[in-house]
Nanobody, 126 residues
């Protein structure tokens, strides 16, 4: 049973930082592509950042480039999202997602991911 558990969310003022973590269990973590998505109230879910199995290839939404960094530690079965220079528009529920790697990783396409965490709330005040 694949399980993803997010942590690290919270409330912060604009310009602040948070680091989200997603602990994975129940599968061979290093074989899975990982990503972070977010969904704000009344808006569609959007891809934020993704990373391939080895951690060497990453993708970011334009809205977070230069501010967010995704990384993974395969020894700890954990993927991270370091968020700096946070803005009120970053306020959302953040979800960790995973899919088994094939010929490619799914990037920021949510349909590619079949395992999801419960989410962690990030609130940025102005």
């Amino acid at each position: 049973q694949v399980q993803l558990v997010e942590s690290g969310g919270g409330s912060v003022q604009a310009g602040g930082s948070l680091r989200l973590s997603c602990a994975a269990s129940g599968y061979t973590y290093r074989r899975y592509c990982m990503a972070w998505f977010r969904q704000a109230p009344g808006k569609e879910r959007e891809g934020v950042a993704s990373v391939d199995t080895g951690g060497g290839s990453t993708y970011y939404a334009d809205s977070v480039k230069g501010r967010f960094t995704i990384s993974r530690d395969n020894a700890k079965n954990t993927v991270y999202l370091q968020m700096n220079s946070l803005k009120p528009e970053d306020t959302a529920m953040y979800y960790c997602a995973a899919h088994l790697s094939g010929a490619w990783c799914g990037g920021l396409f949510s349909a590619a991911y079949n395992y999801w965490g419960q989410g962690t709330q990030v609130t940025v005040s102005s």
